[in-house]
């Protein structure tokens, strides 16, 4: 049986040892990539366009960064799905987080159960594949906002 594969941009090295090793320690997910850095996170979402199934996002240390990599998800196949970590959420932050296109916001300081919990309700059924049509425009969509971030012009949406 497929795992549920698992990349995160987390800056925190603590946080992100953690979390690796409470979603590791369930057999049926894998970490497939971590980053430390927004263009670090972006430029392994634009080199693997197709090789993840949950992507894991913080919020505190940047949160326009983590904003610009929800916003870099946007276009994705319909199984892909955005998970964001913070500490504190105002129902705003909340609102214009989901029309960005997160799916779920977890609590980063302890709540690594109801993200445990959302990847088995993930893995249950959300690993059906995307067509071959989706994964070229999800490649095209990250590379062109990698680019522009990279060039300083990225805007974001909300």
């Known amino acids: 049986m497929q795992k549920l594969r ?10 992100r040892a ?3 090793k409470d979603l590791s320690d369930s057999g049926d997910l894998a970490i497939v990539g971590c980053a ?3 263009i ?23 949160p326009e960064g983590g904003l610009r990599m929800l916003s870099a998800c946007r276009v994705r196949r319909p199984n892909q799905k955005v ?7 105002s129902p705003d ?33 959300a690993l059906r594949s995307g067509g071959r049509g989706t994964l070229a425009r999800l490649g095209h969509f990250l590379r062109t906002r990698l680019a522009t971030l ?4 990225i805007r974001l949406s909300g």
Not at 6 to 15: C, G, K, R, V
Not at 100 to 124: E, F, Q
């Open 6 to 15: 698992i990349f995160m941009t987390e800056d925190s090295a603590a946080t």
């Open 18 to 20: 953690r979390l690796t």
């Open 36 to 38: 430390d850095t927004e």
């Open 40 to 62: 670090g996170g972006l430029t392994w979402l634009v080199e693997h366009p197709h090789g993840w199934d949950l992507t894991i996002v913080d919020l505190n240390s940047d």
């Open 83 to 89: 998970a964001l970590l913070r500490s504190h959420t």
């Open 93 to 125: 932050l909340w609102r214009r987080c989901r029309g960005l296109g997160a799916d779920v916001v977890v609590d980063k300081l302890g709540d690594s159960a109801s993200l445990l919990r959302y990847c088995a309700r993930l893995k249950g059924g």
């Open 150 to 153: 990279m060039q300083g012009r």
